[in-house]
């Protein structure tokens, strides 16, 4: 009878041991779905917002200025709430200070790839100019194809079409809820030097999204002018300085 009662004690330590392994995987399983979830609508919103930029700067011959206007306008989904949009501005205000106090660098970025010093170097129109870029060169937006057949671009050269396309890339820095994520992703970036590296040694996710919208301007070559709008990079940058 003894030996009953001891082997049905064992039996029901190692049932609990088991339903404790078992719920605690089942919460890892869930925290992280929630994580992923949360992921994809953070990356998401980033991406409409960055549509948002691109339709700005192809209807502002570019401007960098519009360019983040409309970026951080579009983020402010992310921080919605009872308040209304005053709120929802200063906490996204509150968000980015935070993030670029854990990093020391702006928390996003956006690289214009697009159109490059090649573009103007090769399809600058001579004694064109906007109100909005005094001095600066502009690339014509009427006529492409006009133009494309006037003066075909050589086969490595740059077409009038890809020098009226506004090509941006967006890295933006997501804070994961979970702890032991931020520490994962620490570790993997301790040895990167990059922007997106530093970003993840100091535990965030660095979203990348490219973005292309045919201009609907004169592209001007805001390249020249400085200083530049923070969070406004011209040309391929992966540094954590720019510039």
Known sequence: MTAFFFAYSRQRGAAAIEFSVAAAMLLLLGLLATEAARWQAVRQLAHLALMEAGRAGATAYGNPIRIREAFLQGLLPLHAGAQGINGARQRLNNSQEALADLTGLHPWRIEVLQPDE???????????????????????????????????????????????????????????????????????????????????????????????????????????????????????????RCG
């Open 118 to 240: 090649r573009a103007f170097r090769e399809h600058t129109r001579p004694g064109l100019s906007v109100a909005v870029a005094p001095g600066l060169r502009v690339i014509d937006n009427d006529y492409q194809d006009l133009q494309h057949a006037r003066r075909p671009a050589d086969p490595d050269g740059r077409r009038i079409f890809d020098a009226n396309t506004l090509k941006l890339r967006l890295t933006y820095m997501h804070k994961p809820l979970l702890p032991p994520l931020r520490a994962l992703l620490a570790l993997l970036g301790r040895h990167d030097a990059s922007y997106g590296g530093r970003a993840m040694a100091s535990g965030l996710l660095p979203i990348q999204i490219e973005l292309e919208t045919e201009m609907h301007s004169h592209p001007a070559d805001w390249a020249r002018k400085t200083p530049q709008p923070a969070g406004i990079v011209y040309g391929e940058c992966r540094k954590v």
